[in-house]
């Protein structure tokens, strides 16, 4: 304690489009009500901009990953993920995200957690959210998580050492089988009526429609998505959360519009991204508040690369793959591809490949501070 705050350990982290505080979890109060209060002073949430704490003001960069000692003998780490509301009082752990994964590998070199003797490093991930395991091959110089490299990032400047994320063994996520339903494609009512959705259960449980089901071209950007277009997403996502028993106002199933290729502008320097240059387009709305996301989730990107290889699901519909083995989707920041190999399986399917390269970098380290009474209600 120094005065009247508490000092508490910290590791700032890039991975991918995301930014997430990285803490031990023997620096915070057992799981429940205690930690989660002592997040939210530490995020300085909530409050739009978050200024009396951590968090960067946007949902990509207003994350934490929890890490703890291995839970079973076959990884190196348990990695929970927590997504910090900036304007409302929850820590959501519904979800996983697919790109502070990639820095999860690398916090796990750089803390010698696995062994960097080699030029890279598999690091075996038990992550809580989903109860499965991901591996991330990761880069090694001298004893340390490389930095730079020639991966380039739609969403992040410059290029870094790619880290390697294959998340084929977490399908089931969340309802424990691939295709929930045991369909590739529904009708759901909903508030806007009938819409046909895909299912899919992969890094995180995901809902795939049509984006002109909700009005969308599926190419906007931030400033195009209009309330009407979140209030029909939102539909949506509640009517198929209903379908499957889960509270309508969870972070999942996190809900994606799709659409064949089209030429658009991708924010910042992305630029002009022809149709010639993805397989699809996609946009997700989500987060507490949902908004839509200036990139593409890792974890999304991965179950759409699976969905888009099992015939008749709305993905596969409107995507136009030049490359079987790949996935390119064009996202609000750009491009992103993905390596997938999914195969028939009696009634089902067997993801052996769902594979895409992240780049992460350690930014700070040091100690953060949050008032003595952090455990405490927040105001």
Same mark, same amino acid.
Request: aromatic residues 4%; glycine residues 10%.
């Given at each position: 304690?120094?005065?009247?705050?508490?000092?508490?350990?910290?590791?700032?982290?890039?991975?991918?489009?995301?930014?997430?505080?990285?803490?031990?979890?023997?620096?915070?109060?057992?799981?429940?009500?205690?930690?989660?209060?002592?997040?939210?002073?530490?995020?300085?949430?909530?409050?739009?901009?978050?200024?009396?704490?951590?968090?960067?003001?946007?949902?990509?960069?207003?994350?934490?990953?929890?890490?703890?000692?291995?839970?079973?003998?076959?990884?190196?780490?348990?990695?929970?993920?927590?997504?910090?509301?900036?304007?409302?009082?929850?820590?959501?752990?519904?979800i996983m995200c697919g790109?502070?994964?990639? %820095? &999860?590998? *690398?916090?796990?070199?750089?803390? #010698?957690?696995?062994?960097?003797?080699? @030029?890279? /490093?598999?690091?075996? +991930?038990?992550?809580?959210?989903?109860?499965?395991?991901?591996?991330?091959?990761?880069?090694?110089?001298?004893?340390?998580?490389?930095?730079?490299?020639?991966?380039?990032?739609?969403?992040?400047?410059?290029?870094?050492?790619?880290?390697?994320?294959?998340?084929?063994?977490?399908?089931?996520?969340?309802?424990?089988?691939?295709?929930?339903?045991?369909?590739?494609?529904?009708?759901?009512?909903?508030?806007?009526?009938?819409?046909?959705?895909?299912?899919?259960?992969?890094?995180?449980?995901?809902?795939?429609?049509?984006?002109?089901?909700?009005?969308?071209?599926?190419?906007?950007g931030p400033a195009e998505?209009?309330?009407?277009?979140?209030? %029909? &997403?939102? *539909?949506?996502?509640?009517?198929? #959360?209903?379908?499957?028993?889960?509270? @309508?106002? /969870?972070?999942?199933? +996190?809900?994606?519009?799709?659409?064949?290729?089209?030429?658009?502008?991708?924010?910042?320097?992305?630029?002009?991204?022809?149709?010639?240059?993805?397989?699809?387009?996609?946009?997700?709305?989500?987060?507490?508040?949902?908004?839509?996301?200036?990139?593409?989730?890792?974890?999304?990107?991965?179950?759409?690369?699976?969905?888009?290889?099992?015939?008749?699901?709305?993905?596969?519909?409107?995507?136009?793959?030049?490359?079987?083995?790949?996935?390119?989707?064009?996202?609000?920041?750009?491009?992103?591809?993905?390596?997938?190999?999914?195969?028939?399986?009696?009634?089902?399917?067997?993801?052996?490949?769902?594979?895409?390269?992240?780049?992460?970098?350690?930014?700070a380290e040091g100690t953060?501070?949050?008032?003595?009474?952090?455990?405490? @209600?927040? /105001?």
């Amino acid at each position: 304690m120094t005065g009247e705050q508490l000092s508490l350990p910290f590791t700032l982290m890039r991975g991918g489009t995301s930014k997430a505080v990285f803490l031990r979890g023997s620096d915070l109060p057992p799981p429940g009500p205690s930690r989660d209060r002592m997040i939210l002073r530490l995020f300085g949430s909530p409050d739009p901009r978050q200024i009396d704490g951590l968090g960067g003001a946007d949902i990509l960069t207003s994350k934490l990953a929890i890490i703890d000692p291995p839970s079973r003998p076959d990884v190196d780490l348990d990695y929970t993920f927590a997504q910090v509301s900036v304007s409302e009082p929850f820590v959501d752990y519904d979800i996983m995200c697919g790109n502070i994964s990639s %820095a &999860v590998g *690398a916090f796990a070199v750089d803390e #010698a957690l696995v062994g960097t003797d080699q @030029p890279e /490093a598999t690091v075996r +991930i038990f992550n809580t959210n989903t109860g499965r395991i991901f591996r991330a091959v990761v880069q090694v110089n001298d004893g340390r998580a490389a930095v730079d490299g020639d991966c380039a990032i739609a969403g992040v400047p410059g290029t870094g050492a790619p880290i390697a994320l294959d998340l084929s063994g977490t399908f089931g996520s969340e309802t424990g089988v691939l295709l929930p339903t045991g369909n590739v494609m529904d009708e759901m009512d909903s508030a806007i009526g009938p819409v046909e959705v895909s299912i899919v259960d992969l890094a995180s449980l995901c809902v795939f429609f049509e984006a002109a089901a909700v009005g969308m071209r599926g190419t906007e950007g931030p400033a195009e998505a209009t309330s009407e277009h979140v209030a %029909a &997403v939102v *539909a949506v996502k509640e009517a198929v #959360a209903t379908l499957l028993g889960l509270a @309508p106002d /969870a972070l999942t199933p +996190i809900p994606s519009a799709v659409a064949a290729p089209q030429d658009y502008v991708g924010l910042g320097k992305a630029g002009p991204i022809a149709a010639t240059e993805v397989d699809l387009v996609a946009r997700v709305i989500g987060g507490r508040p949902p908004m839509l996301h200036k990139a593409y989730p890792g974890a999304s990107a991965a179950c759409t690369g699976v969905a888009a290889r099992i015939p008749g699901t709305v993905v596969a519909r409107v995507a136009e793959q030049q490359d079987p083995t790949a996935l390119r989707i064009g996202h609000t920041s750009g491009v992103m591809a993905v390596s997938v190999a999914v195969n028939p399986d009696g009634d089902s399917w067997h993801v052996e490949r769902a594979a895409y390269d992240r780049t992460a970098r350690r930014i700070a380290e040091g100690t953060a501070l949050v008032p003595s009474d952090a455990a405490g @209600p927040v /105001a």
